[in-house]
């Protein structure tokens, strides 16, 4: 399982999603160009020192990356978005899935629509536009690991 950020806008969100990525042992595919520096501060203040534990991989452009879906893991493509046509609830996650989420102020273009092997979405009440992108990555994130069994074991 590995989440996919496609051109973030908001650091805030990005650390959000780094940190539960961490603490779930999920890996991390950014796509840039972001709307902010990798470094920033808002970024590391909301991945806390969760940044350093997290496996990172940073593609330069979509290009970049879709070069290294066609060349990778054989997994599906799976888009989060508020268009999408199977709702989260109802689908079957794989373990070797990639879960994208795009960038909060106008989600991913066409193209990339297109590539992704399915569009999900997370059922919401009439009138609301969406969800916050770390809150419905960490939902669908949630839904696919319980479905695998790709949850962490808890020591306690």
């Not at 290009?63 to 997994?75: C, P, Q, S, T, V």
């Amino acid at each position: 399982m590995r989440l996919a950020l496609f051109e973030l806008d908001i650091p805030q969100n990005a650390g959000t999603i780094l940190r539960t990525a961490a603490c779930l042992g999920v890996a991390v595919d950014i796509i840039e160009p972001c709307g902010f520096l990798l470094g920033d501060a808002h970024l590391r203040r909301a991945g806390m020192d969760y940044l350093s534990r997290v496996a990172l991989n940073r593609h330069l452009s979509w290009d970049a990356y879709r070069a290294r879906l066609e060349a990778g893991n054989g997994g599906r493509l799976v888009l989060l978005t508020t268009s999408g046509t199977v709702r989260y609830d109802g689908f079957s996650f794989r373990d070797d899935d990639t879960l994208m989420v795009g960038r909060e102020s106008s989600g991913v273009p066409d193209s990339v629509h297109a590539a992704a092997d399915v569009r999900i979405r997370i059922p919401m009440l009439p009138g609301n536009r969406s969800l916050n992108v770390a809150v419905a990555a960490a939902i669908v994130l949630g839904e696919a690991l319980r479905q695998t069994g790709g949850l962490p074991v808890d020591s306690r």
